[in-house]
């Protein structure tokens, strides 16, 4: 196996696995108000910058077609003068499963197409693109691991490991 297909392997092993804590989430839990950023906003962040990092630069970026202006923040805007992102209505969990189906056809598309020689192509991430891939896989996997310790924690699902791309999957 090449490097580029190692790669589309576990983005999509990681996918998977935030995939399946989108579709286990019960209703109650997607917009819960306990909770300051809800699973939906969660799912939508990572799903936001899956797609943005699988590009080549932010140039080159163009949003999801369902994309809200500053949907993709956790939490204060990035730049002056810092406000909160304003958030309105939540995605459903169908348009976050055609988020997720989305990213899942730009990896197919984009990985095999990089230069993992290159620089980041994004000026906030000063290294190559290589680890530019490693640092987006963790990044995943790391809210994929918050939604799922929140299913576990507030409604005792538990959402299975996988582990790379299979034939069947």
Not at 125 to 143: A, C, M, S
Not at 145 to 153: A, E, K, S, V
Request: aromatic share 14%; proline share 5%; charged share 25%.
């Amino acid at each position: 196996m090449d490097d580029k297909a190692v790669i589309q392997s576990q983005y999509y092993a990681a996918l998977k696995m935030l995939e399946a804590a989108i579709r286990q989430c019960p209703d109650a839990l997607w917009s819960d108000p306990e909770c300051k950023n809800r699973f939906w906003h969660i799912a939508y962040h990572k799903l936001f910058c899956t797609h943005l990092y699988l590009q080549a630069s932010e140039k080159e970026f163009t949003a999801w077609e369902k994309h809200r202006k500053e949907y993709e923040f956790l939490g204060p805007l990035p730049w002056p003068p810092h406000k909160e992102p304003d958030i309105g209505e939540p995605y459903t969990k169908d348009e976050m499963l055609e988020f997720v189906e989305f990213c899942q056809a730009e990896v197919e598309r984009n990985v095999s197409a990089l230069n993992l020689e290159a620089e980041s192509g994004f000026f906030w991430l000063p290294f190559g693109k290589l680890e530019l891939q490693f640092y987006n896989i963790r990044h995943v996997q790391h809210h994929a691991g918050q939604l799922i310790d929140r299913l576990r924690n507030k409604e005792s699902i538990g959402v299975d490991w996988a582990g790379m791309k299979t034939q069947q999957s």
